[in-house]
């Protein structure tokens, strides 16, 4: 089995700065891709962005290319999200996930296990 724990989540003035981490217990951490994705009140979960099992190769959503950064460092077992210039519409529950493949994925259907999400809140 897989747990994943989502952190750093907090109150954040638009144009500010957060990162999250996803700390993964229970299986080889290093052989599989990972991702994030967010869900806002009243909206469907949404991918954000993915990085492959090696680091070497990630994906956005436009929606936040140019302002987030996924990276993972395979000997803590755990993946971050560095999110600069947050909108109040980057206003969500944060999860990360992971999938039993060494690409990467963009679906919620590509992806097998989840943390329990952390909450991301912008003010204007």
């Known amino acids: 089995q897989v747990q994943l724990v989502e952190s750093g989540g907090g109150l954040v003035q638009a144009g500010g700065s957060l990162r999250l981490s996803c700390a993964a217990s229970g299986r080889t951490f290093s052989s599989y891709a990972m991702g994030w994705f967010r869900q806002a009140p009243g909206k469907e979960r949404e991918f954000v962005a993915s990085i492959n099992w090696s680091g070497s190769s990630t994906y956005y959503a436009d929606s936040v290319k140019g302002r987030f950064t996924i990276s993972r460092d395979n000997a803590k077992n755990t993946m971050y999200l560095q999110m600069n210039s947050l909108k109040p519409e980057d206003t969500a529950v944060y999860y990360c996930?992971?999938?039993?493949?060494?690409?990467?994925?963009?679906?919620?259907?590509?992806?097998?296990?989840w943390g329990q999400g952390t909450q991301v809140t912008v003010s204007s």
């Open positions: 996930a992971t999938r039993v493949a060494a690409g990467l994925g963009y679906r919620i259907n590509d992806y097998d296990y």
